[in-house]
């Protein structure tokens, strides 16, 4: 969604006829971007990502059959096996999207995806699902309602999300598109690279930083949605900056080095004076027991348990098991 923000913007400012086009239920089709949408005009024009493509045709003939004032179309898709096959798809599947004029679409809502804020989006349909109103949700906004409650826990699990409610008048779409993780990796080297280059693959922001003051003030920036992992063993630096992001309360935290190095981390912690309770957010040893060896392996296993975490799912993490750290 947030790559349609530049086009959908230009859209509107030449008056130009265009619709967002987003699933509201699917089934099958396999693994697929949670972000997925696609912009249509009236021409035929597409710009975005939803099935590969497959679609595009058939939403953008739909698109044009709107009559003027309607700002909601729900078009059943379908696409069978071999079809899928071809699009290079995992299988085949069935969804209802969503249809609506750019014009129906809040400026607000262009504005903070642009800003790459944590925003959520709930469009609410009438029975006949011909007129919907969109408004837009933050994550610091008290909820009214059961869907500004789901908004919230969409945006809290840091990952694109969408979800169909169906309240009194009709049926309501709730799309949370939260700020993307932003790993804090304190210390260089190899594993720092590669964990850049992992975390740029997921979608994610990365930020090196060597002192306990440079770390202190990158994760006072984007509490919301920093991640630590801690690669230095230095005294002066990791324990601090361990100290400010428990402070901080931030999703993730979790610090590399042996056992050792972790019951070293853990005294240095208590005696300034984090509580217990503070100190079983820290995930060291860090990363999932995947039985990680090499850098590439230790950097997979670091991202997937700042995943699972960031997802609430209970995985298999190294500071709860008594294999070796390496593999």
Not at 17 to 24: C, F, S, T
Not at 98 to 103: A, I, K, N, V, Y
Not at 220 to 235: G, I, K, N, T
Request: charged share 25%; proline share 5%; with cysteine.
């Amino acid at each position: 969604m947030r790559e349609l923000v530049e086009t959908a913007r230009q859209w509107v400012a030449e008056g130009r006829a265009g619709y967002l086009a987003r699933p509201v239920t699917e089934q099958g089709f396999g693994p697929r971007d949670p972000a997925g949408a696609l912009l249509v005009d009236a021409r035929g024009e597409c710009v975005g990502a939803l099935y590969r493509g497959v679609f595009d045709a058939e939403l953008a003939a739909e698109a044009g059959a709107m009559a003027a004032g309607t700002t909601a179309r729900v078009c059943e898709v379908s696409v069978r096996a071999a079809e899928a096959a071809e699009a290079k798809l995992t299988c085949g599947g069935q969804a209802e999207v969503l249809l609506q004029p750019l014009t129906a679409i809040p400026a607000e809502w262009w504005e903070l995806l642009g800003e790459g804020a944590g925003v959520a989006l709930v469009t609410r349909l009438n029975e006949a699902a011909d007129q919907a109103v969109s408004e837009v949700v933050r994550a610091t906004d008290t909820p009214r309602d059961d869907a500004g409650r789901r908004a919230g826990e969409l945006l809290g699990t840091r990952r694109p999300g969408r979800d169909a409610l169906y309240g009194e008048t009709g049926l309501v779409l709730v799309e949370a598109y939260p700020s993307a993780p932003y790993v804090v990796i304190g210390g260089g080297g190899e594993l720092a690279g590669i964990i850049e280059r992992q975390a740029a693959l997921l979608g994610w922001d990365t930020r090196l930083v060597d002192s306990a003051a440079d770390a202190a003030k990158v994760l006072a920036d984007h509490r919301d949605a920093a991640c630590l992992v801690m690669l230095s063993h230095e005294p002066d630096f990791d324990v601090p900056t361990l100290r400010k992001a428990l402070e901080l309360r931030i999703p993730y935290v979790g610090a590399l080095g042996s056992r050792r190095t972790t019951t070293r981390r853990r005294e240095g912690l208590i005696a300034a004076g984090v509580s217990e309770a503070r100190l079983a957010l820290v995930h060291g040893p860090i990363g999932l027991d995947l039985g990680a060896k090499t850098p590439p392996e230790t950097a997979l296993a670091i991202c997937a348990e700042i995943l699972g975490v960031l997802s609430g799912r209970a995985t298999p993490a190294l500071r709860d098991s008594d294999s070796p750290l390496r593999g």
